[in-house]
DNA sequence: CCTTAATGATACTATTTTAGTATCATTATA
DNA sequence: TATAATGATACTAAAATAGTATCATTAAGG
């Protein structure tokens, strides 16, 4: 029961390093040089950036000198972000029965109480901002 | 992202029912019965039940007139419980890099917050107990 | 220009987890 | 001894997760 998978773990990680890199005004970070750092798969981690550059997460630059930095403030990443691009949605909620929507979804204890427990760790994972990491 | 799985979900579903039954002192509850009421499929929730008797949630009792029944009190059965029987105990932590244990992880912030996050949930999801569903 | 070093797009495979079914064995009751 | 119940177990299908490979495009710099 992982809270993040692997795509979204390697994603921060490698935020973490791109942010702390921006901090010492190093505009922008390649790929390899992740890799050197963080030893992550270089396939795997090329694939998740162009994720999060897609996202608007990431600024990318091709060609010689290219590279990636941070295209918003790091106070305004957060993981719920990132777990969303990767994972979809912060939300426990299941409320299906057989593939269907269960018919006592209205009423269902379980559900309120899943629901809450979703919206708090939701609310808590957007306070874990990329500059509270670096 | 869902927290319970339809393992749990449906587990829980049965043990709600049992649970009510037994407050109306209708001792002993079978399979079909559930499944008429809560439209489950049969040779899934024999595996559930099955499951839950191992685990000394129910009492079965074989033979005409067999059936389940809660072995535990239902004010010291919980949400918890269940997640742990069908999908390991409640944890977020991953900690892992490339399948090694990750070599940050005594000072990672990310893995402190992602345990204070599990811990909360663990005791919330344990403060759900069947009496309080039933 | 042309080489090189970078990302962009995309297709592919393998493994694990989740979801669900089927069947024979055993037991208790009437 | 027939019947109605659970016990044990083996099996299949689908989806999510994990990871790789390759060609296309772009920009810098001699």
Do not use: W
Not at 12 to 30: E, M, P, Q, S, Y
Not at 35 to 60: C, E, F, G, H
Request: net charge positive; aromatic share 4%; charged share 30%.
């Amino acid at each position: 029961m992982k809270l993040l998978t692997r795509d979204t773990d390697y994603a921060v990680r490698a935020l973490i390093f791109i942010g702390k890199a921006n901090k010492r005004k190093i505009g922008i970070i390649t790929v390899d040089e992740i890799v050197r750092s963080l030893n992550l798969p270089k396939a795997l981690l090329r694939k998740l950036l162009q994720t999060l550059s897609k996202n608007k997460i990431l600024k990318s630059g091709r060609g010689k000198h290219g590279g990636f930095s941070l295209l918003k403030d790091p106070g305004k990443i957060n993981v719920s972000d990132i777990i969303s691009i990767f994972q979809g949605p912060v939300d426990f909620t299941n409320c299906l029965l057989r593939n269907e929507p269960c018919p006592n979804r209205k009423v269902c204890r379980v559900r309120k109480k899943i629901l809450s427990l979703s919206g708090y760790v939701d609310r808590e994972l957007k306070k874990i901002t990329l500059s509270s990491l670096t």
